[in-house]
């Protein structure tokens, strides 16, 4: 009797542990619970990807991004009481590891305006030429032999030959237009589309 008695607690308590444990649905961690919850507050996401993350709350809020280097590294989201996914965008140019999306209480309902929490955001294959690529540019569009004849960037653009030539060097461009460009009718002053 006893053997068997224990057998079916032993069963009832499986039972109800299976339940339990299969039926509840389980949500991240939450600073606020009182205020806001989420479905994850730790995400990954490449950089020039994007994640939906469900994320509830009954007040209104507004979202601010942390440090980040990249225009395109933002998120869309209602900033309304309710139950959502909202879409967190890592621009392909972004340079920060870690990006933090912060969620600030925003309502007439509660008085406390310092009520947040945040989702962190683990940014992975980060492209760090993406800086020097830019840097380089830049050098070419603020090229000081640069003038109304003559731009290094456009130059740069507008010719796949020199790009291999010359890379982004803007003194061999201009070196190239004014021994070679100008007579050979090649233009660098105005974006121009090659067929």
Known sequence: MNKTMSKVIAAVFAVVFTFTVFNCQSFA?????????????????????????????????????GDHTSKFTYIDCTEHGGSEYVRIHIGADEQVKNVFFYFYIRDDKVANSDIHDCIEVYVQNIDTTYAQKNAEMNALKTYAGNNNEFNAYTYYTNYADLRAAFGT??????????????????????AISLK
Not at 39 to 62: E, P, R
Not at 171 to 183: E, P, Q
């Open 29 to 65: 961690y939450s600073e606020v619970p009182d205020y806001m919850d989420f479905g994850a507050s730790t995400v990954s996401i490449d950089a020039g990807s994007y994640a939906d993350v469900w994320f509830k709350t009954n007040y209104n809020y507004t979202v601010f991004v």
């Open 169 to 190: 060097d803007p003194a061999a461009l201009l070196n190239h237009y004014n021994t070679y460009g100008k007579a050979e009718g090649r233009v660098a002053n105005r």
